[in-house]
């Protein structure tokens, strides 16, 4: 059974402490929905558990399986099977997302998986995802609405079908029907791969659709209150005023989140693509 487990997790962001011993365990199958209010950390501990370079680890451990994630570059992580469906995903001229996926698929197997197999799989995705025909062919993310980004990034954890999936504000810029889509497709993964999930949402609409049997609350770097889908409700109708009060807890200034800067330079596909280069 895979498991996650974080412990005590502390994480500097250019030299300001944003996560301040957070513990977390995930097991396969699992769906955990982690909410808090804006600049608390929860887009920062999926980064670092991601291995974004800009997140510093100074304190703690995160394992997979028993394995010292820590000591893994992104694309070792990625392929030990954790996936991050970015809030704000970045555009790659030049690099159609066949290409893309196809290179980030052969990462992960012993033996290339052939063209046929290939382009039957990402048609089935694509039709899911109700995406454009011709999105095989368009560059990474170029030219790209919000909405279409974000369906992008699941047709990648389809396509991938990795055992641990962390969707960041997936459902942000989607409309209503685009939600119900999105959801659908991750439930179906889900039922098919036991995938875990790890969400991070402000919408309950997604949330109900989604069905997390786990709820936490993030506040001030640290997990303060745990719950079931109940609390999202809570929160939802409530919000976090109530947490302030019976915790006594003070929430701290927020500061404006600055989108992160990402490179494929030390990813799995990255490297695949060089390495096809040379031949």
């Known amino acids: 059974m895979k498991e996650l487990v974080i412990n005590n997790l502390h994480v500097s ?10 513990d977390l365990t995930i097991h396969e199958g699992e769906t955990h ?3 808090g209010p804006n600049g608390n950390g929860k887009s920062t501990l999926l980064a670092a558990i991601m291995g974004h370079p800009r997140y ?19 694309d070792e992580r990625s392929r030990a099977g954790i996936f991050l469906g970015m809030q704000y995903p970045q555009e790659i001229s030049g690099v159609t997302n ?5 290179a980030a698929m ?15 799989e ?3 995705t694509i039709q899911a995802l109700q995406m454009k025909e011709d999105l095989a062919h368009r560059f990474l993310n170029e030219g790209f609405s919000g909405g279409e980004k974000k369906r992008n990034e699941i047709v990648q954890m389809m396509m991938l079908k990795p055992s641990i999936s962390m969707l960041d504000e997936i459902d942000s810029g989607l409309d209503v029907d685009a939600i119900k889509i999105v959801a659908d497709a991750i439930n179906t993964l889900q039922k098919e791969t036991n995938m875990a999930l790890m969400i991070v949402s402000h919408y309950e609409r997604f949330l109900e659709l989604i069905g997390p049997e786990y709820t936490h609350v993030l506040v001030n770097g640290k997990i303060v209150l745990d719950g079931d889908a109940s609390l999202a409700n ?12 019976d915790y006594n807890i003070t929430p701290a200034s927020v500061e404006p989140k ?5 490179s494929l330079g030390t990813c799995a596909v990255s490297q695949q693509m060089r390495k096809g280069e040379k031949k």
């Open 258 to 262: 600055k989108r992160p800067t990402v």
């Open 234 to 245: 809570k929160i939802d109708t409530e919000g976090y005023d109530w947490i302030y009060r």
């Open 106 to 120: 052969n990462a992960r197997r012993e033996s290339p998986v052939s063209l046929f197999t290939f382009i039957k």
């Open 33 to 35: 929905a982690l909410m």
């Open 56 to 74: 510093t680890v100074t304190d703690g451990t995160i394992t997979l399986d028993g394995q010292n994630v820590l000591e893994m570059s992104v």
């Open 13 to 22: 962001v250019e030299g300001k402490e944003i996560l301040k011993g957070v």
């Open 122 to 124: 990402m048609e089935k």
């Open 98 to 102: 066949s290409d893309f996926l196809r």
